[in-house]
């Protein structure tokens, strides 16, 4: 699988951002997706997964401002932010794993994209 992350760039505290995942070399149908995410100087962090069956997880940090999606028509995934605080600053990574109907924030990821960054900042 190859994935492909964008949408980063600079926003605004309160602001919202939607990153995509695009894959290609498979369909999405039967994976499990994730989004992490690297702050400066820290490690990387999971945020959201879903499963094939759709059912999703957040880190309590973003839960309620964040929400993952794959369009399975498109082959691609999102994160939809709401909210974004300066803290929300990272560089963001997709990840995707065949084994989508495990409990998705547990999976040790297959595939990796190249990672997206964006800023909260005023």
């Known amino acids: 699988v190859q994935l492909q992350a964008s949408g980063g760039g600079l926003v605004p505290p309160g602001d919202s951002l939607r990153l995509s995942c695009a894959a290609s070399?498979?369909?999405?149908?039967?994976?499990?997706m994730a989004w992490f995410r690297q702050a400066p100087g820290k490690g990387r962090d999971w945020v959201a997964c879903?499963?094939?069956?759709?059912?999703?997880y957040y880190a309590d940090s973003v839960k309620g401002r964040f929400t993952i999606s794959i369009d399975n028509a498109k082959n691609t995934a999102y994160l939809q932010m709401s909210n974004l605080k300066p803290e929300d600053t990272a560089v963001y990574y997709c990840?995707?794993?065949?084994?989508?109907?495990?409990?998705?924030?547990?999976?040790?990821?297959?595939?990796w994209g190249q990672g997206t960054q964006f800023t909260v900042s005023s």
């Open positions: 990840a995707a794993d065949p084994r989508g109907g495990s409990y998705c924030p547990y999976i040790p990821y297959q595939s």
């Open positions: 879903i499963t094939s069956a759709a059912t999703t």
């Open positions: 070399g498979v369909s999405l149908d039967y994976y499990a």
